[in-house]
């Protein structure tokens, strides 16, 4: 009997490795990664970020204090949003539904002495795995907005935060913007009766 299993559905346990199928453009390798968010149940909202929290990570060699956002290689055989996953994956252990592209932001490594372009996605969180690739070589730790503003190590990680923050601030002004219109226009009837 064969049983056949959905891919996505899949984690490989290890981590790719190697450079050989990385992307260079003008001799920046090129990087993608994700902030990955969750909505808070029952907190009380607000507009600055406290109806949800993200998830930061150790880096690899854990040689500084502070946190990041899982990033790494874009390779040639994925798309951008297809690599921020897999790294979001291989370094955090979850994955979800990405969203559209935060910004784009040319960077030089602390450590290569080398520039990067790195691209940010948004990734709502849908499955928080208990075993990934990178489990043993980083901490995840969820934290609030303001947490993670203050224990990232990257200005441009803080940058897409930031623009993370605003881009679902706007979605939900817009969504209580249609809801109280609507409202207006209840009240307009039921005042002309």
């Known amino acids: ?23 260079y453009r003008k001799g920046r390798r090129q990087v993608v990664g994700c902030i990955p968010y969750r909505y808070k149940i029952g ?30 290689g874009w390779e040639l ?4 949003k297809e690599a921020a996953l897999r790294e979001t994956i291989e370094e955090a252990g979850v994955r979800g539904i990405v969203g559209g592209k935060l910004g784009k932001w040319s960077f030089k490594s602390k450590t290569h002495d080398t520039f990067y372009e790195g691209y940010m996605f948004p990734l709502l969180v849908q ?3 208990e075993s990934w690739p990178e489990e043993n070589v980083r901490q995840r730790i ?10 990232c190590q990257h200005w441009w990680m803080k940058e897409a935060l930031d623009r993370l923050v605003n881009r679902l601030s706007g979605s939900k002004l817009g969504h209580e913007n249609k809801v109280l219109s609507s409202l207006n226009c209840i009240g307009d009837a039921i005042s002309a009766l």
Do not use: H, Y
């Open 1 to 23: 009997m064969v049983t056949l299993v959905s891919q996505e559905n899949v984690v490989a346990l290890v981590s790719r490795t190697g450079r050989e199928l990385q992307r």
């Open 43 to 72: 907190e009380k909202t607000c507009l600055e970020g406290d109806e949800f929290e993200v998830l930061v990570i150790s880096s690899q060699n854990q040689k500084g204090k502070g946190m990041l956002f899982p990033k790494g």
């Open 77 to 80: 055989d994925e798309s951008k």
């Open 127 to 129: 499955e928080q795995l």
């Open 142 to 151: 969820w934290m609030s907005v303001n947490e993670a503003r203050e224990a």
